[in-house]
């Protein structure tokens, strides 16, 4: 078994960490600036981050690589240097995971390239899968774990991914945005993520939902997915609460208490890897961390009680639309 699949044993659930922009944004990191390169320019911060992460509880750290794709970096004028970054963050968080006595595991964060695939746009399928294959060997050179594929869309690109991770020999996490109506922006649904990702080159270890449109939506998009496939491994990797304007700054709206409630929620809904996207600081974390080793399990939750118990869904699905399966990529936004 791999390292992710002999932890999950070991301990049953593992807690993911939480965001990695909105808490890098706190740090000094300024609006259109490319979290990426502080994994060399600012090294001892990113390394911060991860620390206080591992220090709430954290099972799994993700690097800061979630755009370190040649098509997102051009944009910074530094897609020759996708190598560097990626193996550059995989060893910031492996020095800090090394610190401390107790297994914590490395994941690979790879987003979306932000490009469009044929017909929709100038990507092709096979441009999209260099570009993964690049990432994922900086990742590899640095030491992940994991390769943690997140906040997809298109079932295309996801496909692009995997097959890009194919004989890497590293476990595959896929977890996709549902944040239109629960479905992704290309139109999947949580039921036929779990059919499509099971046709892929590597099939993945883990499914799951991360980002979207708040807590409610993801436990619901959980509850869909577990229903699908009951032996699945699926990850909840939720935004803390909904994003509130206030001022100039956008505040995630989820408390400690909430998001204590949310993973004690997402476990009895099916899920085994829990984490925090987007607003999710190191103190949500904690209260994450002390859900996961309090947890009775329980009944599982309905949609009134995660109505309830978090609050309303913020897109709440067609029901008047059909199973989809999604179509061709899209641009991608960043997570955390």
């Not at 970054?85 to 995971?97: F, G, I, Q």
């Not at 980002?211 to 229903?227: K, N, P, R, Y």
């Not at 103190?283 to 118990?309: E, F, Q, V, W, Y």
Request: glycine share 12%.
């Amino acid at each position: 078994m791999s390292k992710l699949e002999t932890l999950l044993a070991e301990k049953g659930v593992l807690l993911a960490d939480g965001a990695t922009g909105t808490n890098l944004f706190q740090m000094g990191l300024t609006s259109g600036d490319a979290p990426e390169l502080w994994n060399v320019d600012e090294p001892e911060k990113i390394k911060a981050l991860h620390r206080a992460f591992v220090e709430a509880g954290a099972d799994i750290l993700l690097t800061n690589t979630f755009g370190a794709n040649r098509h997102r970096m051009k944009l910074h004028k530094a897609e020759d240097r996708v190598a560097e970054l990626n193996a550059a963050a995989a060893r910031l968080a492996r020095a800090v995971a090394d610190e401390v006595k107790r297994e914590v595991l490395i994941a690979g964060s790879i987003g979306p390239t932000g490009e469009l695939l044929v017909p929709l746009g100038a990507l092709t399928y096979e441009g999209a899968v260099a570009a993964f294959a690049e990432q994922i060997e900086g990742l590899k050179a640095g030491g992940v774990d994991i390769l943690w594929v997140e906040t997809m869309s298109a079932p295309e690109e996801m496909q692009a991914a995997a097959e890009a991770a194919k004989g890497s020999g590293l476990p595959l996490v896929i977890s996709a945005s549902f944040d239109t109506a629960g479905r992704t922006m290309m139109g999947l649904t949580p039921k036929a993520l779990t059919e499509v990702t099971s046709t892929f080159a590597c099939t993945p270890t883990v499914v799951g939902a991360n980002c979207g449109v708040g807590a409610s939506d993801l436990l619901a998009t959980i509850l869909q997915m577990s229903e699908a496939n009951p032996q699945a491994i699926i990850l909840a990797k939720g935004n803390c609460g909904i994003p509130v304007i206030q001022g100039d700054k956008v505040v995630y709206s989820g408390t400690p208490e909430l998001m204590e409630t949310y993973a004690h929620m997402a476990l009895n809904a099916g899920a085994r890897i829990v984490g925090g996207c987007c607003g999710t600081s190191p103190l949500h974390l904690a209260a994450m961390r002390k859900a996961l080793d309090s947890h009775t399990p329980g009944p599982r939750p309905t949609l009134d009680d995660i109505i309830r118990d978090i609050g309303p869904l913020v897109s709440p699905p067609n029901e008047n639309a059909g199973e989809g399966r999604g179509g061709e990529g899209r641009r991608g936004r960043r997570r955390g």
